[in-house]
């Protein structure tokens, strides 16, 4: 039971990328996007807890 895993595999189009501060640029998270839903790139509002407050994160590479 449970030896299966679901679904048949595709090939994986998502990949890691970090949300580093704008203003601090630290990487203060990361997340997977699949490039070809998400072709731009990220930016979010995240809490830094380095700048201790909410700014811009950017996708940034590993
Ligand atoms: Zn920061």
Same mark, same amino acid.
């Not at 039971?1 to 630290?26: A, Q, T, W």
């Not at 979010?44 to 811009?56: M, P, Q």
């Given at each position: 039971?449970?030896?299966?895993?679901?679904?048949?595999?595709?090939?994986?189009?998502?990949? /890691? /990328?970090?949300?580093?501060?704008?203003?601090?640029?630290?990487?203060n998270?990361?997340?997977?996007?699949?490039?070809?839903?998400?072709?731009?790139?990220?930016?979010?509002?995240?809490?830094?807890?380095?700048?201790?407050?909410?700014? /811009?994160?950017?996708?940034?590479?590993?």
């Open positions: 039971m449970g030896e299966r895993k679901k679904g048949k595999k595709k090939k994986d189009e998502r990949s /890691i /990328i970090h949300l580093g501060c704008e203003r601090c640029s630290r990487r998270y990361h997340t997977t996007k699949n490039k070809r839903n998400t072709p731009e790139k990220l930016a979010l509002k995240k809490y830094c807890k380095w700048c201790r407050s909410h700014t /811009i994160h950017r996708e940034m590479k590993l």
